[in-house]
């Protein structure tokens, strides 16, 4: 069964910096990729997602992913972070039914 | 207009007893699933419903059963509660397939 895993439970930047959350994901053909975000006491929102098309996937509130077949990743991405991104993020994978990965958190400091 | 909604948003009862969520989806969508979601933000899949098939994980108890009246419709419903079932449980529905599943606010379970 396909899968994913999320590396760093918690990741900590400042506002302005770099946002890097790292997925890597097992499937032994092409993958449908997501990464969903959750605000505090929110369900899950759909940030963007990979279908086999573009291996950059832009997706809402300035974030992208790149899928790198050779890596088996799909890292998310934001060049500036700002403090309403301050959540919990998670990567997915679509085989019969979604399975996510374990969560990053995501602080974000003034 | 909420695409996907579930009631009640905060559920709090006792050990024993039994009682249902609720979920709706008006956006056409074939399947709908039910996830539980853990205090440590770990969500793992429950059942899935797809044209009157019920794909259930084998994991889940069977004090859970998901009833589905129409396809816009899948509730969640629960027998004799226990500690361990507090929880927030989302519902979610989708194309059948690799598409996209569209996600409700969560209804948060507490079993004293």
């Known amino acids: 069964a396909q899968s994913v895993t999320q590396l760093g439970s918690h990741v900590s930047v400042s506002e302005g910096a770099l946002v890097l959350l790292r997925c890597n994901y097992s499937s032994s053909v092409p993958p449908y990729l997501f990464w969903y975000v959750q605000y505090p006491n929110q369900g899950l929102q759909l940030l963007l997602k990979y279908t086999s098309a573009a291996t950059l996937v832009k997706g809402i509130n300035g974030f992208e992913a790149e899928f790198k077949k050779s890596e088996t990743s799909f890292h998310l991405t934001k060049p500036s972070a700002h403090m309403s991104d301050a959540a919990e993020y998670f990567c997915?994978?679509?085989?019969?039914?979604?399975?996510f990965g374990a969560g990053t958190r995501l602080t974000v400091k003034p | 207009d909420t695409a996907v909604s579930q009631t009640p948003k905060y559920l709090v009862t006792q050990m024993g007893n039994d009682k249902s969520i609720k979920c709706e989806q008006n956006l056409g969508h074939d399947t709908m699933y039910w996830y539980k979601q853990d205090s440590k933000k770990f969500l793992k899949i429950m059942f899935s419903?797809?044209?009157?098939?019920?794909?259930i994980n084998e994991t889940v108890p069977n004090r859970f059963s998901p009833k589905s009246p129409d396809k816009a419709h899948l509730n969640l419903h629960i027998n004799s509660l226990e500690l361990g079932d507090s929880a927030v449980y989302f519902c979610?529905?989708?194309?059948?397939?690799?598409?996209?599943?569209?996600f409700g606010p969560g209804t948060r379970l507490t079993v004293l």
């Open positions: 419903y797809n044209n009157k098939e019920l794909i």
């Open positions: 979610a529905s989708g194309f059948f397939g690799r598409d996209t599943q569209y």
């Open positions: 997915a994978v679509m085989d019969n039914d979604m399975r």
